[in-house]
């Protein structure tokens, strides 16, 4: 069975930065595209960013473009997202997936962004910026 741990949320100021993991169990990283989720209060959960080690793709969507970065340790079969420059807009509890690559350039993709049915979710951790 498949399962995915997300550890290393908290509480940062704003323009502070943070890393969070995912860590995957039961079978190898490199066999799933890879990506994160969030969900601000009151709000729908959405994806902010993916990796497709076997399509060579990442995509960032517009709102942490250029302050998140995702990246993928096949060695530790653990999935990463640095945060930087946060900001209180990006208080949300983030949770990692896992795609199974069934189709290509579908899951992860820079015309779709973050797509799909995704097969399997961690529990989520909390990040909380304040302002």
């Known amino acids: 069975e498949v399962q995915l741990v997300e550890s290393g949320g908290g509480l940062v100021q704003a323009g502070g930065s943070l890393r969070i993991s995912c860590t995957v169990s039961?079978?190898?990283?490199?066999?799933?595209?890879m990506g994160w989720f969030r969900q601000p209060p009151g709000e729908k959960y959405r994806g902010i960013t993916c990796i497709s080690t076997s399509e060579s793709i990442t995509y960032y969507t517009d709102a942490v473009k250029g302050r998140f970065t995702i990246s993928s340790d096949s060695a530790k079969n653990t999935m990463y997202l640095q945060m930087n420059s946060l900001e209180p807009e990006d208080t949300a509890v983030y949770y990692c997936?896992?795609?199974?690559?069934?189709?290509?350039?579908?899951?992860?993709?820079?015309?779709?962004?973050?797509?799909?049915?995704?097969?399997?979710w961690g529990h989520g951790t909390q990040v909380t910026v304040s302002s």
């Open positions: 997936a896992a795609a199974k690559p069934l189709l290509k350039n579908f899951y992860c993709s820079t015309e779709r962004g973050v797509y799909g049915t995704w097969d399997y």
């Open positions: 039961g079978s190898n990283i490199d066999n799933y595209i």
